[in-house]
């Protein structure tokens, strides 16, 4: 790409492999005691097995016939497994594989038809809105909370791109950046590490959550990494986009019907690092549901869902460039922040033949009336219904403004008001653009979804491939595409 977002290290999603006995260690460092609180708390044992009424959920078709697999550069069989919905020990077991480590580039794998399993468990773990950062952890105060249960986590500090985070400012960035719940975040560091409550704890644990991956030294890597595939598990049960969990260990296990998405989300999220075992217990109430109680109650008493109401619709939003400018729409739907949340963002570059990360004067502007609530690290965040509020109502993120001459937080702006210049400041970009992405109530919402971006009367549609897709508007039609051409210049 020449103008608009790419991947970064904290969007990836394979765990490094579990060791000889299946294991990857990611097991609870406490063993939970539930808290008996009134009367928000339920007393261990309580049936808690359908707590919100969850229509059965579609899922994608299984294949009925074997099929033939050539390897290439990359493979794994676990990924293999992943693309194919199919449990890696049968891919094994099809082609008498002596080394599952070894795969050799141009080899044909049979990869037998799944077979009917059992789904794994409906047991429901949090409400959605426990897995968002949504209304309902708006007024939670995060610093005192920590403070409050004198654990590690209040004294512990780490560097991050030349600052010095406390571990509540680490928590607060991710919850904030990928709109994930901090009290959810809280209850996994907790069930692994103990570091919410226990004072004692290992310092010189690097890799905190169990994703053993160079890259991802430290709580605010290994954080982010969490946070991205608890957005992929969310949003991708969401749209239909999953018909089975891969395991650690290779294991399948095809989900529940009935599951919400914030308990699909922890289910998905567990199964990259987890073997059968300890997959089991984690999404059992003795494993991530029992932390959560013992520390905030029952999660079911925080429940705000729906967070999308039925019916809604978007806003009037004009196109984020000044008028008789000729911009390019460079990035289809894709992920609003790290490639796990919803495809909500779509990205368009300003005029000038420089390629790469240029300074470029070309002005965003605002796509609707609102408050500044954050401008920062290239980041600017708009609400639009005037509460000051980010996690209520609708929120736009303009991602990639240069610290020249951006707003500041707190500003009241205009529909077409300049909100700053685009360039490649903040995440990770190849090209001097603007990110645009939508929340409501803190979900990201698909710009391919039946809620589709209308900027200007122009109508953003998916193909399925992330970064592709087209804006309509009558009967002419825009496709994204990396760079400049006839076929993808707008202007209002």
């Not at 020990?89 to 580039?105: G, K, S, T």
């Not at 891969?246 to 567990?270: E, F």
């Not at 929340?439 to 039946?450: F, K, L, M």
């Amino acid at each position: 790409m020449i103008s608009g977002c790419v991947r970064s290290l904290s969007q990836a999603s394979s765990p490094s492999s579990p060791d000889a006995s299946g294991s990857t260690g990611f097991v609870p460092a406490v063993t939970p005691t539930l808290k008996q609180t009134t009367p928000q708390a339920r007393p261990p044992g309580a049936p808690v097995a359908s707590p919100t009424p969850d229509p059965p959920h579609v899922l994608p078709t299984r294949r009925s016939e074997d099929e033939q697999y050539t390897v290439r550069s990359g493979d794994t069989l676990g990924k293999i497994a992943q693309r194919y919905g199919v449990d890696m020990n049968a891919i094994i077991a099809a082609n008498d594989i002596a080394n599952p480590d070894l795969l050799e580039v141009g080899v044909v794998l049979t990869i037998p038809a799944g077979h009917p399993l059992p789904p794994g468990p409906d047991f429901k773990i949090i409400p959605d809105s426990e897995l968002v950062n949504s209304p309902g952890v708006a007024s939670f105060d995060l610093q005192k909370f920590i403070v409050s249960q004198k654990g590690y986590l209040a004294v512990y500090q780490e560097e991050y791109e030349g600052r010095m985070l406390s571990g509540g400012e680490i928590i607060a960035q991710v919850a904030r950046d990928y709109s994930v719940s901090p009290r959810l975040l809280l209850t996994v560091l907790e069930y692994k590490t103990g570091w919410v409550t226990r004072s004692t704890a290992d310092a010189k644990n690097e890799y905190p959550l169990g994703f053993m991956h160079t890259a991802y030294k430290g709580l605010y890597r290994q954080l982010a990494w969490t946070a991205n595939n608890l957005n992929r598990g969310y949003y991708l049960w969401k749209a239909g986009g999953i018909a089975s969990w891969i395991l650690a260990d290779g294991s399948l296990v095809p989900p529940a019907p009935t599951l919400n998405a914030g308990t699909a989300a922890i289910q998905y999220y567990s199964s990259l690092l987890l073997n059968k075992a300890d997959w089991d217990r984690a999404v059992s109430p003795d494993g991530i549901f029992a932390a959560y109680q013992a520390l905030f109650g029952y999660p079911f008493d925080h429940t705000l869902d729906p967070l999308i109401p039925a019916g809604l619709t978007q806003p009037a939003l004009q196109l984020p460039f000044e008028p008789r400018v000729s911009w390019s729409y460079t990035g289809g739907p894709h992920g609003g922040w790290g490639s796990g949340s919803g495809w909500a963002a779509i990205d368009f570059a300003p005029p000038g033949d420089a390629l790469g990360c240029v300074q470029n004067d070309a002005w965003v502007v605002a796509v609707a009336d609102g408050t500044i609530l954050r401008a920062a690290d290239g980041a600017v965040v708009q609400d639009l219904d005037g509460d000051g509020i980010e996690q209520t109502g609708w929120s736009i993120l303009y991602m990639h403004i240069e610290t020249r001459d951006r707003v500041k937080t707190g500003a009241r702006v205009k529909a077409g008001d300049r909100i700053g210049h685009p360039s490649c400041e903040g995440g990770v970009s190849n090209g001097t653009h603007v990110h645009l992405a939508r929340r409501y109530n803190g979900e990201w919402i698909p710009a391919d979804s039946d809620l589709p971006f209308d900027l200007d009367g122009w109508i953003s549609k998916g193909t399925g491939v992330e970064y592709d897709g087209w804006l309509t508007k009558g009967n002419q039609t825009l496709e994204a595409w990396d760079g400049r051409n006839d076929g993808n210049q707008i202007s209002r």
